[in-house]
């Protein structure tokens, strides 16, 4: 809802701030009293071009602000996000007009001028001149007529298999772009698979073959130099063990005259059986340790294999074999091109099959919704005193060659036809206010309050339909007077329980049934001119109306005439 809505320094609009009511808002007042000033005003907060002349003489810039809640949805927030604007509880559009140039803003963050028309369009329809009239925008007439039918779930199931088909047609342009290259790719993943299962390299196996590699080159000096420390420890006639056991029996004979000398003959005893030990295990190290050329040869050329499989493929032995996984799956693929084609072929005749099938599906019914709102609203436009009114909804479908639909004829033929993201169907609401005159595009027909009743007929119909929250009409009630006035009044009132009205009138009938009603009034200030609006409590409004009624002097008569149309009002 558009809940307030502030002007300063604009045309003779010194400063002004109203907040509006949910339902019906209703502004009256005299002519030239500024109403027209505050809809150019409403105009630049949705994106329209500003002129510098419109600010204020002696004012520096000219502020229009507009402050809206309970507008969030999925559609409008994913475009806030994609536009990088903040999300808050409340939407803020804020225009400010200099006389060389002006800026706008979404929520304090800078925006353009075609950005705020985007966010305004998804919210706002001001109905007086063509700007921001979405009905008049056929790319909205079909997302009406589904809303008004109940069909998302059907339009949902649609869209699904229109992406199925969409991805399957595109793998099968890259296979079929790909076709002359493949032979290419086949021949390097092959030579590459090739190339790393000739080496077949095992994790953590390099650290393992280096420690060999460097065993292997030292192996004489480590035979030799062990084979010397076992003589050393053990085996020559001055050994260590030999010298130990003379310490031990003579270090033995004195612990027997002094104790203290016990714990030092144990562990001379144990050092002993230590080296005793030592020297074994290098008597079996030395006697293991053969100079195997041969051997080292076949460690230097497996590490140069492995080096070389890190150059080439990854830097390292795991990156190695992640990319022997990578180009085994490719490889499968381009091997098995020509069945992957089919496979892709197959499953794309069958996703059209099911398009088809629900795009068909979606047209009947659309057509079946397409009656009932032309009925609808032929009705309602007569109600509004338009009787030659016919409201019609039409349905074309589009051959094509390659199309993704396939129908059959009557004569069972079959027939391609062009598919959209949103069904087969180009939808258009058409319309003849005249009797003899054909039917025609509704974009077409003429402006005023001819096609301020034919928007409000629409509305009114596709009420639950219509997704935008806020409707502004300017002067609706031009061209009409009487029953009609009175019809197009409930008619409006009727269409505020789904939206937010905010309606310029001049005809007690429609006043009356205002559930907030608005004066805008000229005044002068300290000399000067200045538009005012205030909101009118219960008899000050039904001293407007009476007003309206009379448009002259108020009577008494006039009063209660007045008070007969609110009180109707209130009856409803």
Request: proline content about 1%.
């Amino acid at each position: 809802m558009l809940r307030t809505l502030y002007i300063r320094d604009y045309a003779i609009i010194d400063e002004l701030e109203v907040d509006f009511e949910n339902g019906l808002n209703i502004l009256t007042g005299e002519t030239g009293a500024g109403k027209s000033i505050m809809i150019g005003a409403l105009k630049l907060m949705l994106g329209e071009r500003a002129s510098g002349q419109m600010v204020r003489a002696g004012a520096k810039k000219a502020i229009v602000e507009g402050v809206f809640d309970k507008v969030s949805s999925p559609e409008l927030d994913q475009f806030l996000e994609e536009s990088e604007i903040e999300l808050q509880p409340v939407l803020i559009l804020r225009r400010e007009i200099t006389k060389t140039h002006s800026r706008g803003y979404i929520n304090d963050s800078p925006a353009t001028l075609t950005l705020m028309r985007k966010v305004a369009a998804q919210m706002i329809d001001l109905h007086g001149q063509h700007e921001h009239q979405s009905l008049l925008r056929i790319d909205t007439h079909l997302a009406l007529l589904d809303g008004f039918g109940g069909l998302a779930g059907l339009r949902s199931a649609y869209e699904d298999a229109y992406g199925c088909v969409g991805d399957l047609t595109k793998q099968r342009e890259e296979l079929l772009s790909n076709q002359d290259s493949l032979e290419d790719l086949r021949e390097r993943l092959a030579y590459e698979i090739d190339e790393i299962d000739a080496v077949s390299p095992k994790e953590d196996e390099e650290e393992e073959l280096r420690k060999e590699m460097h065993r292997l080159a030292h192996a004489e000096r480590l035979r030799g130099s062990t084979a010397s420390l076992y003589s050393m420890l053990y085996a020559s006639d001055d050994s260590t063990s030999d010298q130990l056991s003379i310490a031990y029996r003579e270090l033995s004979d004195l612990a027997r005259i002094d104790q203290t000398l016990k714990a030092a003959c144990e562990e001379i005893n144990q050092a002993n059986i230590s080296v005793s030990e030592i020297a074994a295990t290098l008597q079996n190290y030395s006697e293991s340790i053969e100079s195997d050329p041969a051997r080292l040869e076949d460690v230097h050329e497996r590490l140069g294999a492995l080096d070389t499989l890190k150059r080439k493929y990854g830097g390292t032995i795991q990156a190695v074999m992640a990319y022997r996984e990578q180009i085994a799956d490719e490889y499968a693929t381009v091997v098995d091109y020509d069945d992957a084609r089919k496979t892709i072929e197959q499953s794309l005749e069958e996703a059209q099959h099911t398009l088809s099938e629900t795009a068909l599906l979606l047209s009947a019914k659309r057509q079946e919704v397409a009656e009932q709102v032309g009925d609808s609203i032929s009705g309602e436009l007569a109600s509004l005193g338009m009787t030659s009114g016919r409201f019609n909804v039409r349905i074309d479908r589009h051959e094509e060659p390659t199309g993704w639909i396939t129908l059959k004829t009557a004569s069972q033929q079959r027939v391609r036809y062009k598919a959209y993201r949103h069904g087969m169907d180009d939808v258009e609401f058409l319309i003849t206010t005249n009797v003899g005159e054909a039917l025609r595009p509704l974009v077409r027909v003429a402006s005023g309050g001819e096609i301020s009743r034919i928007m409000l007929a629409i509305k009114r119909v596709l009420a639950e339909a219509e997704q935008l929250s806020i409707l502004v009409f300017d002067e609706i009630d031009i061209g009409i007077s009487g029953s009609i006035a009175r019809k197009v009044g409930n008619s409006m009132a009727d269409l505020a329980r789904h939206h937010q009205i905010i309606a310029i009138t001049h005809l007690p009938q429609i006043a009356a049934l205002a559930q907030a009603h608005y004066v805008v009034e000229k005044q002068v200030v300290k000399g000067r001119a200045t538009t005012q609006i205030r909101r009118l409590g219960h008899e000050e409004s039904l001293e407007h109306v009476a007003m309206l009624i009379t448009g002259a002097e108020v009577t008494d008569a006039m009063r209660q005439s007045a008070k007969e149309l609110m009180e109707i009002k209130n009856e409803s």
